[in-house]
């Protein structure tokens, strides 16, 4: 009975979803390569301030319960669709920073929303299992076809989780755990081991450390905090370890035009990691692994050549530290390749790739030799949500159903090409416009104008984000198409005008 009904209310959602609306919804647009008829709607639509009436009374309610300094604005979900997110107050925005770049396929997929209704499916959502002890039946088969159908270059194995954050945090405990293996010669613990972990003291909490690289951000838990180096209000009074940070690669654009000067810069950034590993080691502190992302998004949208990422992963494998590529936020299709450590052409790119956001779940990959060696090390109650799984799946065939990966790497050349055009046309507002696929950023002249420039974007229909000191990043879904970049391109020029 409870399941018929549930069944129902959710078609009856669907069908709202899935209802062509009048005519001026149905998108024809003139700038993509072929008609496109999209199911959503027709372009932004502002009727109040943001954030509206509405939402500054929620915010000023919530506000009694928590913290609400980082909250925009409340949204309207239900009401949201596509490359649309609708807020509270009824102002309908292009979404190009899509949840801090978590959603794959836009708001309220029709193919997402039918998975709801089909009544096999609601146990999966209404019971959440301690995956670690209690796994479903079917949770090998979920596994296969979501995450595993899309593991990267010589990787068969993965641990789920729920968050970025976990994933890195769990995946830096195995890094250790292998290191500290292979120098036992995979012999079973001493007591002195077990006993002295008991204490925090060593040997068997060991002083061991993992170098990353300043710009980069790997989550705000105690030991990912210790790996980001992003912006200070993420680690302002919280202690940490002593592990090497060493430079990541600051590259001059355009890139034609800077190749012997961006490849002298990262000839001088993988001295200076052999240097820090060389040091610590002699500090009695060896570098066990070594994290890194594709593209330092949080950072500033900080790239480095392939010949950069293939260099970096030699230096790991010749003083022994596993190489961990964390692609939190690059992973997923939106540089125009599933994982961004393809853009790479390596048959052995890491050790471990660490994945959340676009894939709706946390978790990593990891070669079979960076697996626990016992239960419980790497281990919570929930570690990762089936329903994400199923979900994952169902995103994966959309991907590959409606060719997204060839949609996004089309779309992202109109944007950088785009993002170019508006460069040589404000010089003194904009500059190094870069990215791959839609991954793309470009920085202003400074922060104040760049947060203007983020508020009057917005308040024409367009929701952006920033990163490190100076950048707008661009982070649409997959479904984001070429005339949703020529609409954005209009209003982005004429917000940009108004700062000439």
């Given at each position: 009975?409870?399941?018929?009904?549930?069944?129902?209310?959710?078609?009856?959602?669907?069908?709202?979803?899935?209802?062509?609306?009048?005519?001026?919804?149905?998108?024809?647009?003139?700038?993509?390569?072929?008609?496109?008829l999209?199911l959503?709607?027709?372009?932004?639509?502002?009727?109040?301030?943001?954030?509206?009436?509405?939402?500054?009374?929620?915010?000023?309610?919530?506000?009694?319960?928590?913290?609400v300094?980082?909250?925009?604005?409340?949204?309207?979900?239900?009401?949201?669709?596509?490359?649309?997110?609708?807020?509270?107050?009824?102002?309908?925005?292009?979404?190009?920073?899509?949840?801090?770049?978590?959603?794959?396929?836009?708001?309220?997929?029709?193919?997402?929303?039918?998975?709801?209704?089909?009544?096999?499916?609601?146990?999966?959502f209404?019971?959440?299992?301690?995956?670690?002890?209690?796994?479903?039946?079917?949770?090998?088969?979920?596994?296969?076809?979501?995450?595993?159908?899309?593991?990267?270059?010589?990787m068969?194995?993965?641990?789920?989780?729920?968050?970025?954050?976990?994933?890195?945090?769990?995946?830096?405990?195995?890094?250790?755990?292998?290191?500290?293996?292979?120098?036992r010669?995979?012999?079973?613990?001493?007591?002195?081991?077990?006993?002295?972990?008991?204490?925090?003291?060593?040997?068997g909490?060991?002083?061991?450390?993992?170098?990353?690289?300043?710009g980069?951000?790997?989550?705000?838990?105690?030991?990912?905090?210790?790996t980001?180096?992003?912006?200070?209000?993420?680690?302002?009074?919280?202690?940490?370890?002593?592990?090497?940070?060493a430079?990541?690669?600051?590259?001059?654009?355009?890139?034609?035009?800077?190749?012997?000067?961006?490849?002298?810069?990262?000839?001088?950034?993988?001295?200076?990691?052999?240097?820090?590993?060389?040091?610590?080691?002699?500090?009695?502190?060896?570098?066990?692994?070594?994290?890194?992302?594709?593209?330092?998004?949080?950072?500033?949208?900080?790239?480095?050549?392939?010949?950069f990422?293939?260099?970096?992963?030699?230096?790991?494998?010749?003083?022994?530290c596993?190489?961990?590529?964390?692609?939190?936020?690059?992973?997923?299709?939106?540089?125009?390749?599933?994982?961004?450590?393809?853009?790479?052409?390596?048959?052995?790119?890491?050790?471990?790739?660490?994945?959340?956001?676009?894939?709706?779940?946390?978790?990593?990959?990891?070669?079979?030799?960076?697996?626990?060696?016992?239960?419980?090390?790497?281990?919570n109650?929930?570690?990762?949500?089936?329903?994400?799984?199923?979900?994952?799946?169902?995103?994966?065939?959309?991907?590959?159903?409606?060719?997204?990966?060839?949609?996004?790497?089309?779309?992202?050349?109109?944007?950088?090409?785009?993002?170019?055009?508006?460069?040589?046309?404000?010089?003194?507002?904009?500059?190094?416009?870069r990215?791959?696929?839609?991954?793309?950023?470009?920085?202003?002249?400074?922060?104040?104008?760049?947060?203007?420039?983020?508020?009057?974007a917005?308040?024409?229909?367009?929701?952006?984000?920033?990163?490190?000191d100076?950048?707008?990043?661009?982070?649409?879904?997959?479904?984001?198409?070429?005339?949703?970049?020529?609409?954005?391109?209009?209003?982005?020029?004429?917000?940009?005008?108004?700062?000439?």
């Amino acid at each position: 009975m409870a399941s018929t009904l549930i069944s129902r209310q959710l078609a009856l959602s669907l069908q709202k979803h899935l209802r062509l609306s009048a005519p001026g919804c149905r998108y024809v647009s003139k700038a993509a390569p072929k008609t496109q008829l999209e199911l959503e709607y027709d372009g932004p639509l502002m009727k109040t301030e943001v954030p509206g009436p509405r939402s500054q009374a929620l915010t000023k309610q919530l506000g009694d319960i928590q913290n609400v300094g980082a909250v925009n604005f409340f949204c309207n979900y239900e009401e949201s669709r596509g490359n649309y997110l609708v807020d509270v107050d009824g102002n309908r925005m292009l979404d190009i920073y899509t949840q801090i770049s978590s959603i794959p396929i836009g708001y309220n997929h029709p193919a997402l929303l039918k998975l709801m209704t089909n009544p096999n499916n609601l146990s999966t959502f209404v019971n959440r299992p301690a995956l670690g002890i209690l796994p479903p039946e079917n949770f090998p088969d979920r596994l296969t076809e979501s995450l595993l159908s899309v593991a990267p270059s010589g990787m068969t194995r993965v641990q789920t989780m729920a968050c970025g954050s976990c994933s890195n945090e769990n995946a830096y405990k195995a890094m250790f755990i292998w290191y500290r293996n292979k120098e036992r010669g995979h012999t079973a613990p001493s007591e002195e081991d077990l006993s002295s972990c008991m204490i925090n003291q060593g040997p068997g909490c060991p002083d061991l450390s993992i170098l990353s690289f300043m710009g980069g951000f790997h989550g705000r838990t105690f030991g990912c905090l210790a790996t980001t180096h992003s912006k200070a209000i993420h680690k302002l009074d919280v202690p940490t370890f002593d592990w090497p940070i060493a430079p990541f690669p600051r590259l001059q654009y355009p890139l034609e035009e800077f190749t012997r000067e961006n490849a002298q810069e990262e000839a001088r950034c993988l001295e200076e990691v052999e240097d820090l590993i060389v040091k610590w080691r002699q500090k009695g502190k060896p570098v066990a692994g070594i994290v890194i992302e594709p593209i330092q998004a949080e950072g500033g949208d900080n790239h480095a050549s392939p010949d950069f990422f293939r260099s970096l992963r030699n230096i790991a494998r010749k003083h022994g530290c596993a190489f961990h590529v964390d692609e939190v936020q690059t992973g997923g299709g939106s540089t125009g390749k599933f994982w961004a450590h393809e853009h790479w052409g390596m048959d052995d790119p890491a050790d471990i790739v660490s994945f959340s956001k676009k894939l709706l779940t946390g978790g990593y990959y990891h070669k079979k030799e960076l697996q626990a060696d016992k239960p419980y090390r790497i281990f919570n109650t929930w570690m990762g949500d089936p329903s994400k799984n199923l979900f994952l799946a169902e995103v994966l065939n959309v991907i590959r159903r409606e060719n997204l990966l060839e949609e996004v790497t089309r779309s992202g050349k109109a944007l950088l090409n785009g993002l170019y055009e508006l460069q040589a046309q404000y010089p003194g507002i904009l500059s190094r416009a870069r990215g791959q696929g839609t991954f793309c950023a470009v920085d202003i002249c400074d922060d104040v104008t760049r947060n203007s420039i983020l508020l009057k974007a917005r308040d024409k229909g367009v929701l952006l984000g920033g990163c490190g000191d100076l950048s707008i990043r661009f982070r649409p879904s997959l479904v984001f198409k070429d005339y949703h970049v020529h609409m954005f391109l209009n209003i982005f020029n004429d917000v940009l005008a108004q700062h000439k």
